[in-house]
């Protein structure tokens, strides 16, 4: 019988905790208009009986200002997200803590930029509340290089697959929602019969599909969200040559694979200053 559903998370998305709730923000980074422009969607395996998520009905919805999300577990506890946000003693010894959420890139701790960084209000749009589940990395890349003006640096291992566990052993219900200016609920997705079905929930933030990936798109979260950070202060990522694999290594996606663009070009970072994402 089914005992839980998988959310995967992929693209430029960021990650922040509350920790006044115990919970989790992720925000969709804006990039409809890039060179290589980036739409969020939504695919739920198998079918809950609604359809496919039109990406223009999701567009819509931000588009009538309906740009805070929440996704609650009815039936369930809603009490927080557990994540062991740490970030690893050793990335290039992938096998440490394999599943542990420290693996992604935090850009405001002390392996990058080592301080808070002011960020582009509404560059982040929807912004989901997550509320109850574990957070996990369920792959990784290859090994990387950051790239900080002239300097080069080997530094190893890092997420590549953002998966949310939530617990739905007795049915509980995943809801995605949204109350629009008069306080009224409108449901996105609701998942029943968790009980006798196990969902797969992909959410995503990458280019259309047969668009083939021919540049990194890290760069997007220094152009559209983070303010006052100079050219030669920004970091990029590039693949280690030769490479070094982890054992939990991510599928390699196809150039023209838009559900699985290569995350170390196009992956989720995490920040934890300020009140929210905003």
């Not at 369920?138 to 998966?163: E, H, N, P, W, Y």
């Not at 030669?232 to 693949?239: A, C, G, N, P, Q």
């Not at 040559?241 to 970072?269: A, H, L, M, S, Y």
Request: overall charge negative.
């Amino acid at each position: 019988m089914p005992t839980s559903t998988i959310i995967t998370f992929t693209g430029l998305l960021v990650f922040r905790p509350d920790p006044n709730t115990g919970q989790f923000d992720v925000g969709v980074l804006r990039a409809r208009d890039a060179h290589e422009p980036h739409f969020l969607q939504i695919e739920i395996t198998p079918d809950p009986g609604q359809g496919p998520i039109p990406q223009q009905d999701l567009e819509r919805i931000i588009q009538n200002g309906n740009d805070r999300w929440e996704l609650v577990v009815d039936g369930g506890s809603n009490l927080g997200i557990q994540a062991r946000i740490n970030k690893p003693a050793d990335r290039h010894n992938a096998n440490q803590n394999p599943t542990d959420f420290g693996w992604i890139i935090n850009l405001e701790n002390n392996e990058f930029h080592g301080k808070p960084l002011e960020r582009t209000l509404k560059a982040l749009q929807p912004v989901i509340r997550l509320t109850q589940g574990q957070l996990f990395t369920s792959c990784k890349t290859d090994s990387i290089v950051t790239i900080q003006g002239a300097f080069a640096r080997d530094f190893g291992f890092i997420l590549g697959g953002i998966g949310l566990k939530i617990d739905t052993s007795a049915g509980q219900q995943p809801v995605l929602k949204f109350k629009d200016k008069q306080g009224n609920e409108t449901e996105i997705f609701r998942l029943p019969q968790t009980d006798q079905v196990s969902y797969q929930v992909s959410i995503l933030n990458t280019p259309p599909p047969h668009v083939p990936i021919k540049e990194g798109h890290f760069h997007l979260f220094y152009d559209r969200l983070f303010k006052g950070v100079a050219a030669d202060e920004r970091y990029d990522l590039k693949l280690l040559d030769p490479p070094k694999q982890p054992d939990d290594r991510c599928p390699v996606p196809t150039e023209v694979d838009f559900f699985n663009p290569n995350p170390f070009r196009c992956g989720g970072i995490m920040v934890e200053s300020g009140d929210g994402l905003g």
